[in-house]
């Protein structure tokens, strides 16, 4: 069934991936991996670090509900890393860290802050979200093909340096909208208020504190683009998919395979 589903998108998928490397310019050769994660309303995914066996830049499309992504400031992963607690481990997709332990390890002196992804964005972030200081750009697509909207510099926003930052969507069919930096710009775009396309109101709105949560009522679909680096991954011109209906579960992943220079036939389940 999933192979069905990627014969279908992977021409859509190849034309995506190469216009966010044309466009973001950030990605020194083609996406070659799309992580498809399906999360049900109440589904999120733990808070983590995108693995080392991909080139430090990562891009997130989202579909279906909007979710809020946080980004936690986090201790434990610098020890770590220089204890080589972290260390790569070949196709390990990330760094988990279990929830248990959080409150000992995050830093309440400094912020968390949150991304609102709504449907059709295009999430950004690169090199330093692995381990110290985060930038991160946020592009919207419109709803309409090829209008690729101005990337939206979020960089300016107060991340502390120095700090090494998880990111990860709560398990909970409601999220908080308080400590999210792109309240009017995610929303702005969203046709459930069209009452509020005009954004001095949207503005107004966000001040006076309107936006508090946002719901979702519905399955949520994400396409993570990456760029697995040579060494640990598939040959160069092969664009390597993986779905995952539930989120970091490793027993439900799926494979597949494409090489676009051979017959779609050749595509490889594992
Ligand atoms: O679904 C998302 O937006 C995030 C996915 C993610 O962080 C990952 O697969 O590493
Ligand atoms: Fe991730």
């Known amino acids: 069934m999933h192979t069905v589903l990627c014969l279908q998108l992977y021409p859509q998928l190849n034309g995506v991936t190469k216009r966010i490397c044309e466009e973001a310019g950030l990605f020194p050769s083609p996406i070659n991996h799309v992580l498809i994660n399906e999360y049900l309303p109440d589904q999120g995914i733990m808070p983590h670090q995108d693995g080392p066996a991909y080139f430090p830049v990562v891009a997130i499309i989202s579909l279906g509900s909007p979710a809020v992504m946080n980004f936690t400031p986090h201790s434990r992963l610098m ?44 999430l950004i972030f690169k090199d330093e979200a692995y381990s110290g200081v985060v930038h991160y750009l946020f592009n919207i697509f419109s709803c309409s093909p090829n209008s690729l ?50 954004t001095e109101d949207m503005v107004g709105a966000e ?64």
């Open 207 to 270: 001040s006076s504190g309107q936006f508090k949560i946002i719901e979702r009522t519905n399955t949520r679909i994400s396409l993570t683009c990456r760029l697995v680096l040579k060494e640990s991954g598939p040959c160069d011109h092969c664009l390597f998919i993986v779905i995952r209906a539930v989120p970091m579960d490793s027993t439900t992943q799926r494979f597949v395979h494409f090489d676009p220079t051979m017959d779609s036939t050749n595509m490889k389940n594992g």
């Open 79 to 122: 020890e770590s890393s220089r204890s080589g607690r972290y260390a790569a481990d070949g196709d390990s997709s990330s760094n988990e860290v279990g929830s248990e332990n959080e409150t000992d390890i995050c830093l309440p002196n400094h912020q968390h802050s949150s991304i609102l992804l709504m449907p059709c964005s295009l």
């Open 149 to 198: 909207r101005s990337p939206m510099n979020v960089s300016s926003h107060p991340f502390p340096q120095f700090l090494d930052y998880l990111h990860g969507i709560e398990d909970r069919n409601v999220h908080q909208l308080d400590k999210v930096v792109n309240i009017v710009e995610g929303l702005k775009h969203d046709r459930r208020v069209p009452s509020l396309l005009d």
